[in-house]
Structures are given as C-alpha cells and as structure tokens.
C-alpha cells in the first residue's frame, strides 16, 4: 500500500536580503493574485545549483518532486549539501509549505530533524521528555507509560531530577535521542541524527532505528550523508542533485550514481589564498594512467604543503576509502618523526605503499592537515583523487575475481594436513 | 491504485490554503502539549529568583502606588468614592492581563522560530498557552486584589459589589481573546516586517492613557470632550471601565460599549486567525 505520495513538489526562495523591499514584491503578487492571474514571480527562478551566479533574484531550492513511500518501507534521501534534502525534509515535516505541488498521506508525519527541539534549560530531564514528546506529537499519556523505558534507554537514570541546564551536551542527546526513538507515527522523519553522541550510543541508536524500521514495520524516510548508514538502513533511495531527482531506486546503485556525481577529478589542486597551512597539490602515482593501478604494486600520495608560518607539530595524515566513504587504511606522518617542517615555506610529502593489499574496486582519499598538539585543522579534503584498482595480470585461474568480496587481500601461507597424519606424528 | 483509494488520504500537504483553516480536532489532539507549555511558561520564570512569584504581586502593587501618587495626589484625578490605590489597582491588573497577552502573542513567531523550524504542531497552541499562563498570573494578582479590597472593607470604605460580577469571567475570556487575535496579527507581520516591532513596545504604552486605566471613562468625557472618542473608540476602556464597575460598583455600564467591543473582539479574532494561518505555512522563509 503506497501511504505517502509527493506530486510535483517545488520550492521557491528569494535570493539575498528577504524582508527588506518585499512590499512591492508582495503588493505585485496580491495585485496579480486579485485579477486571478497566476504568481509572476513562479514562473521566474532557476535550478539551485550554488556555485553558479544567479542571474534571478528567486531560486527553486527543489523543482517538480515525484515520488511514493510504501507502507512499512525504509527510503533514504541523499544529496550533496544544497541538493534539497532539507527543502523537501522540511516540506514533508510541514515546517513549511510547498510553492506548487502536495504530498498526501495517509498516516501521521513526525519528524526528527534535530533531537532534543524545545528542550528547556532550566526544567529536569523528567520534566522534558514530556515536553519534547508532547511537542512531537505523543499524548501525555502515551510519554507516561514509556517514561521508564526512555529514561533507562537514555541511560540518564541519576540525573533525570535534575535540570538541564547541568546535562553534559552528551547527555542532552541521549535523552532527547531516548524520547524520539519511543515516538510511534506511522511515517518517520529523520535527519542525520545519528551523527551524535560517542561510538557505543551511536550502535545503540543505529540498532533502535533498525528495530523501528525491520521490527516495528514503521515507515521511515531517511536523510544522511553517512553512506554506511544508508546502506544498512534503507533499501530503497531518491538522489538529489541541484533540487532535481536525479536517481531514484536500489540503494547499492543509488549510492555509486551519487558518489559518481562528485567531484571526480583524479588529482586535487588548491589555488586560492594561503593563510594557513594549506594542501596546495594532491596526486597518486598509479601503475597505469588515469589513476588507475594494478593490484599489489607500489602505490605513492604525493602531497605538496605550502606552510606560511613557523608551525610545530605538523601533522599530516590521510585514509584510503572505499566508495562507501568506509575507510580502509590510515598513514600519517609528524613533524616529531621528520623534525624537517619547522620553517615556513613548500614542503613536499611522499608516501607510498609498497605493497598494497587493496583489492580491486574504487577508492579516494581523505586527508587531514593538523597541529597534533593544539588539534587545530588546518586544512581537511573530503573524497578527493579517486583511483581504480584493478587486478591486471593477476591471475587466479580457478575462479574469476568478482568485484565486492572483499577490500583487502592478505598474503596467507597455507599448512595443509591429513588427519591420520597429525595422529601418526 | 483505484480512485477509491484517492479518498482515504489522512491529510494534503500542499501550499493552497483555506482562507480560514482551523482544525479543532488537531488542536484538541494536542491538548495535552497546549497544558505542559503553560506548565513551561509558569515555572521556568520565576526560577532561580529569591522572590519567585512574588513578583507577580510586586509589579502591579508598586505601579498602582505610583499611579496613585501622581494621577491622584499631584493631578488630583478624581476616582468618586472609591479610594483611589483600589482603584487603580483594580485598573492595572486587567490592563496588565491585556497587555501581556498582547505582547507576549506578539512575538510567537519570532521567539519560536527554532521550534517551529524544527517541527510541526498546530501554531496557534503557542499564543493559546500564553493567554493561559497569564490568566493564572492575572488569578494570583486578583487575589492581592481581594486582599486590599477586604482591607479597605473593613476600614468602612464606600464600595459594593454588584451582581454584575457573575459576568466578570466572560469579561477576563474577551479581554483574552481581544489580546490574542492582535497579538496574532502582529505577530503575523512581524515576521516579515520588523518595523512593527518597536511599533508594538511604544504602542502598548501609548494604549494604557487611551484605555481608562488610571481615569474613569466619565472623567474623559467631562474635562476632554474633544479627544473623549479616541477613548470611546478603544474597546479595551470599555472591558476596563466595565470590570472596574464589576468589582468596585464604580463608574457606569455601557450595554452598547460592551456589544461594541465584542464585535470589534470577534472581527479582530477572526482576522487574527486567518492572518495566522497564511503566515504559519511558510513564515520560517522569512523570519
């Protein structure tokens, strides 16, 4: 049974200063809307793609949505930032209303766009959980008989009578996270909450939303830029680009097309001012061109720093992830190991592998540049130089090498016994 | 999908509006967010003040002091046979019960902008807990009220109650309705154009001298006879004039003031909610 529809979903802002000199503006679209003639200012606006000027003053965030949620069904939205993710989340959750379009329901919306919303400083843990339960959507009843549940979920049990304003921020989350993951709609919202509180309580959330989505057979719609969460949660996902579906169907796909449509330029080149320690060059020295290597050979990062103050304590570290943003490997190097990086000036870093065991498939890197003393960042790149590693003149005659076995191989030497062998010994 | 199907949809999402979209349901639902908001509003702020809700009582008791000061003993505002700390007392506690839910309404937008950004509710359950919250305060402030009017009782003080005062809780219900409907117009614009804003904090200030507050509606028309309209025009000298009649036997009742402002109540009211409603769908855009 399809229990929520989106038809034509569009968008509209005003770029720049919204508020001020809107009078005409607004006496133009009522004078307009008096005559009964359609908006002018709808059929003006351009596709929201950020990093191109904008020659209108109005811009479709998100432009002619389609798409329909089965009952019981887990969809996961992603997006770039910008891409419209929020636009629509906040569309669905009825923060605020559509430009043009509807989306129907057939059950009760709540969303969790951000835990822990009206929280209130000065009253106890007890006494918001049922305020933020009653703001989303659950009857005082309802809160009274989770209560012991959330609070012991929450793992909050000593300081529930005490303010909250005392509450390390950890633990505003669990408790706010404790209160929405007890929320019973029938379709629910979230957006990257999961991306709170320390490694044990993210399993803890991650297993609850599993068990609301699996268990529960909840409609959920999922938004996240965590590919690894996606990919374990939904089965099903809507790919945004520039306020336009532009992939809709099985997640495993859903997420290449998406990784696909960044930016995938095999070498990384920063032009800009330098007022800190900067990456000014990033490529990977690939057996083959294009960024392309053969399985087992030596593999090099090399990495050009322009460093335009004396700084100590230099670290540079990157990981090798797969195309899931999961990461594979992590290198790093310190000033404390080369004591070469005191100076100001270009510094070039070479790494290699010498024997990389990175089994065949796509991979990038992700490097951070940081003071290991003072944990300030300097510089940090996301998803950049994607290589290909291929397993070219390997040959494994029994079975062909099937894409996704593994990431790693390891070299792995074999004892092989009889039985009765091991008995005579 | 069949067309039967088509019917069964919950509720539309869709940015066409009723012009007046009042689902008495959906507010019912979340009766029980509309009673913990006002349990929000009364506990946290008086919290961490050694006096607490004593400064309910401290407010008014030390204005209608003032009040009596100046308008009585240097301007020698003549309140009948009343005595004029009552009088005035009796005057500022509903004035201020109007003018807190006219202020505090005023600013629902833009003072909940990171809830309402965050999550859906009906909006009208915000302006509707601060008219309550304060129709407690408004209680705790009457019973000061009794007080000094039981004291001033027994010292032999010319003043009855009528038996108006059975009407008085319709009186307090109005005068809330009065403040929410222009509190949600203002509220409404605010969003949008700032200006209003300062408008709102001087505007109040200006209403308290046109609404009788510290003068007996009579009085105005007797010593100002041409400015006595901008007075008979204002509905909330009427609800004062007539509250004070209510609880003090003082002044007179105008039947058609009061109708006058039950109609201006209502229109307001209504115009408050359908304003409302257009600006609740997309006002996280602007503000």
Redesign the interface.
């Known amino acids: 049974m399809i229990i929520l529809k989106a038809q034509n979903i569009s968008k509209q802002y005003r770029l720049g200063l919204v508020g001020t000199g809107t009078i005409s503006d607004d006496l133009k679209r009522w004078w307009y809307g008096v005559r009964g003639k359609e908006d002018p200012f709808l059929t003006v606006g351009e596709v929201n793609d950020r990093s191109t000027k904008s020659n209108s003053d109005y811009v479709w965030a998100i432009k002619d949505i389609n798409f329909e949620v089965k009952q019981g069904e887990v969809l996961g939205i992603i997006g770039k930032n910008g891409a419209g993710k929020s636009t629509l989340l906040k569309i669905l959750s009825r923060v605020t209303a559509p430009t043009t379009g509807e989306i129907k329901t057939k059950g009760r919306i709540a969303s969790l766009l951000e835990v822990g919303t009206g929280f209130h400083p000065e009253l106890t843990g007890r006494e918001n959980i049922y305020l933020n339960g009653a703001i989303l959507g659950m009857t005082k009843a309802e809160i009274q008989n989770k209560e012991e549940e959330i609070v012991s979920f929450s793992g909050c049990e000593r300081y529930v009578d005490t303010p909250v304003k005392r509450y390390s921020s950890g633990m505003r989350v669990r408790l706010a996270f404790a209160v929405a993951a007890f929320l019973e709609p029938d379709i629910l919202v979230i957006d990257e909450v999961l991306a709170v509180g320390d490694a044990e309580f993210q399993k803890k959330a991650i297993g609850k939303m599993q068990d609301i989505s699996k268990g529960d057979g909840r409609t959920v719609i999922f938004v996240s830029h965590d590919m690894n969460a996606v990919s374990v949660l939904t089965n099903r996902v809507i790919v945004l680009k520039n306020g336009i579906v532009d992939f809709e169907g099985d997640t495993d796909e859903g997420i290449k097309e998406y990784l696909k449509g960044e930016n995938k330029q095999l070498r990384y080149e920063y032009h800009g001012l330098v007022n800190k320690p900067k990456i000014l060059n990033l490529e990977i020295e690939t057996s083959l061109p294009n960024n392309i290597h053969e399985f087992g050979k030596e593999i090099k990062f090399i990495f050009e720093i322009d460093i335009p103050y004396i700084v100590e304590n230099l670290a540079l570290s990157f990981q090798v992830v797969d195309e899931f943003n999961v990461p594979i490997t992590h290198s790093w190097v310190f000033d404390a190991d080369t004591q070469k990086t005191r100076n100001k000036g270009k510094y070039l870093f070479i790494g290699s592998y010498p024997n990389p065991k990175l089994y065949m498939g796509n991979y990038s890197l992700i490097v951070h540049l940081s003071n290991s003393r003072t944990k300030e960042k300097f510089d940090f790149l996301d998803s950049v130089c994607h290589f290909k590693i291929q397993m070219m003149k390997t040959v494994r005659s029994e079975y062909h090498w099937q894409k996704n076995t593994c990431k790693y191989i390891e070299k792995v030497e074999w004892l092989t016994y009889k039985n009765d062998e091991i008995e005579s010994n | 999908?069949n067309r039967k199907d088509d019917d069964?949809?919950?509720?539309?999402?869709?940015?066409?509006?009723k012009l007046i979209d009042f689902n008495f349901k959906e507010i019912w639902?979340?009766r029980?967010?509309l009673?913990?908001?006002v349990?929000?509003d009364v506990?946290?702020v008086y919290?961490?003040t050694i006096l607490g809700p004593l400064w309910y009582l401290i407010q008014p008791l030390f204005t209608a002091l003032t009040f009596t000061l100046i308008f009585n003993k240097v301007a020698n505002i003549d309140t009948g046979s009343v005595p004029p700390f009552l009088f005035n007392l009796a005057g500022i506690s509903v004035w201020n019960y109007f003018k807190t839910c006219l202020t505090s309404t005023s600013d629902t937008f833009k003072s909940n902008a990171?809830?309402?950004?965050?999550?859906?509710?009906p909006r009208i359950i915000l302006p509707l807990s601060i008219i309550i919250s304060n129709l407690l305060k408004f209680g705790i402030q009457l019973l000061i009220f009794i007080a000094f009017y039981i004291y001033y009782y027994s010292q032999g003080a010319n003043i009855n109650i009528t038996s108006s005062l059975i009407f008085f809780p319709l009186l307090v219900i109005l005068m809330g309705l009065l403040g929410l409907g222009l509190g949600m117009i203002i509220s409404s614009l605010v969003t949008?154009?700032?200006d209003l804003k300062f408008l709102v904090t001087f505007g109040v200030q200006l209403l308290m001298y046109l609404s009788a507050v510290m003068y007996p509606l009579a009085l105005m028309r007797e010593k100002l006879p041409k400015v006595a309209w901008l007075v008979e025009y204002n509905p909330v000298a009427y609800i004062i004039e007539t509250a004070r009649y209510m609880l003090l036997g003082e002044g007179t009742i105008h039947y058609y003031g009061i109708v006058f402002t039950i109609i201006v109540t209502m229109v307001i009211l209504f115009f408050g909610i359908i304003i409302f409603n257009r600006t609740e769908?997309?006002f996280?855009?602007?503000v």
């Open positions: 999908m069964t949809w919950l509720y539309t999402i869709s940015s066409k509006r639902r979340y029980d967010l009673m913990l908001f349990k929000r506990i946290t919290k961490q990171s809830i309402f950004g965050k999550v859906y509710f949008k154009y700032r769908k997309t996280i855009d602007t």
